[in-house]
């Protein structure tokens, strides 16, 4: 019965993370669009989605989204055997998931995904969920925001341009709130190598490499070894 709940539960969770996915474009052009005529309505011009220099792309059938996030919260369950740890987990590997799929397609880092991921974070330090106290996790989140905001500032006066996205900060405060602070280093070099080997692999040259998914598998590589050899 346990199974069938957790199968439940995460093919509802997989079909609410195909309406934020597969609509995330659209909201965001109604968002400017409302932005733009608010600050100049002497301009108004009816909504054009089609005409937006960044279009929606298809992000598969929902169905798909059901049956795999559903089974893979079976696994997650005969993995750790604690319900409530395991729609913890689950959630955050949802959003991780979220946040990698919009940087990779869009290049872009919702702060609003960043922010959620933070307090279940937080949540999961303050009941014994995570590897970390509610003391530690904060401390270590506030330390990786300020690493990378030095780091973004740096790169953007070093090359004169943004070479590192501003939402790559606010992810990386999140996953903060989740590995130690004294694995910090390991988690740059491994996100750095993981990041280089793509872009080695990848045969195709491109002016853009999304950090965000080689941030969520390093910070998960992390999380897994300190979980199981510690």
């Known amino acids: 019965m346990i199974y069938f709940t957790m199968f439940l539960l995460g093919g509802i969770f997989g079909i609410a993370l195909w309406f934020y996915l597969s609509g995330f474009i659209t909201r965001l052009q109604q968002e400017i669009y409302a932005t733009y005529i608010e600050l100049f309505p002497q301009n108004f011009l009816p909504f054009q989605s089609s005409v937006s220099s960044i279009q929606q792309k298809k992000c598969g059938h929902i169905l798909r989204y ?21 729609v913890w987990f689950g959630l955050t590997l949802l959003i991780l998931w979220a946040i990698s799929y ?5 290049q872009l880092i919702s702060t609003t995904l960043c922010l959620w991921l933070l307090t279940i974070g937080l949540f ?3 009941n014994n969920f995570s590897l970390l106290t509610l003391s530690e996790s904060i401390k270590s989140a506030a330390s990786f925001f300020i690493v990378f905001y030095a ?17 790559d900060y606010w992810l990386a405060m999140a996953l903060g709130s989740f590995i130690q602070l004294e694995t910090l280093p390991h988690f740059l070099l491994l996100a750095s190598v993981l990041g280089i080997c793509f872009s080695l692999i990848h045969k195709k040259k491109k002016e853009f490499i999304p950090f965000a998914p080689f941030m969520n598998l390093s910070a998960v590589i992390i999380y897994f070894v300190k979980y ?3």
């Open 66 to 86: 059901f049956l795999s996030v559903g089974v893979g919260f079976i696994f997650l369950q005969i993995a750790f055997k604690d319900s409530i740890f395991t």
């Open 102 to 106: 919009l940087d990779w397609h869009y």
């Open 124 to 126: 999961g330090a303050d």
């Open 151 to 167: 780091i973004y500032w740096i790169a953007k006066f070093y090359y004169g341009k943004e070479a590192f996205g501003r939402g």
């Open 228 to 230: 199981y050899w510690y």
